[in-house]
């Protein structure tokens, strides 16, 4: 069955950076695009950015372009984020997904505080 799991978060100061990392496995990983999400306490989990299957195109919210750069590598099953510049609003548990045949699989989030 489909798996992720996301690891790399953890307390940072402002200004610092943090690379997540998704583990992929159950499916074909090069076949599908792949996403990083983000929910802060109190809010809605909201898209950080996608990245297509062969990593050719990627998208990203407005408030992390600039800062935050997705990848991947089909060779590990895995698709990262590296954070740069990190704010305390950038605090949150962020989750990696993929889409196959109208359903959502998400990883059960790693959590990324940014704090003095």
């Known amino acids: 069955q489909v798996q992720l799991v996301e690891s790399g978060g953890g307390l940072v100061q402002p200004g610092g950076s943090l690379r997540l990392s998704c583990a992929a496995s159950?499916?074909?990983?090069?076949?599908?695009?792949m996403s990083w999400y983000r929910q802060a306490p109190g809010k809605e989990r909201e898209l950080v950015a996608r990245?297509?299957?062969?990593?050719?195109?990627?998208t990203y919210a407005g408030s992390m372009k600039g800062r935050f750069t997705i990848s991947r590598d089909n060779a590990k099953n895995t698709v990262y984020l590296q954070m740069n510049s990190l704010k305390p609003e950038d605090t949150a548990v962020y989750y990696c997904?993929?889409?196959?045949?109208?359903?959502?699989?998400w990883g059960q989030g790693t959590q990324v505080t940014v704090s003095s």
């Open positions: 997904n993929t889409i196959q045949s109208g359903y959502i699989y």
């Open positions: 159950g499916f074909i990983f090069s076949r599908y695009g």
């Open positions: 990245i297509t299957s062969a990593g050719s195109s990627t």
